[in-house]
């Protein structure tokens, strides 16, 4: 179960694994990187930096369309 808090980057790959996105990807520009589930497409926080924190998670699971209870659930 990831938590919804600050978290490593790998935990949240793990997380949206669980959850059906496919990926990480290559990407091009200012995020490198990205995961799909069918067509939705997100892109993932820049890998070398700190622990990812609950406002931005907030924001990537919005963005690909995850509840908080859907999140903790996994």
Same mark, same amino acid.
């Given at each position: 179960m990831p *938590?919804?808090? @600050? &978290?490593s !980057? =790998?935990?949240? &790959? =793990?997380?949206? /694994?669980?959850?059906?996105? #496919?990926? @990480?990807? *290559?990407? #091009?520009?200012?995020?490198? $990187?990205?995961?799909? !589930?069918? $067509? /939705?497409?997100? =892109?993932?926080? +820049? @890998?070398? /930096?700190?622990? &990812?924190? #609950? +406002?931005?998670?907030? !924001? ?5 369309? &995850? #509840? !908080?209870? $859907?999140?903790?659930?996994?």
């Open positions: *938590t919804y808090g @600050p &978290i !980057r =790998r935990d949240l &790959i =793990r997380g949206l /694994r669980d959850l059906g996105f #496919t990926g @990480p990807f *290559t990407g #091009t520009g200012k995020h490198p $990187e990205y995961m799909t !589930r069918g $067509e /939705r497409l997100l =892109r993932l926080p +820049n @890998p070398h /930096r700190g622990d &990812i924190g #609950t +406002n931005l998670l907030a !924001r990537l699971l919005d963005q690909g369309g &995850i #509840t !908080r209870d $859907e999140w903790q659930s996994v």
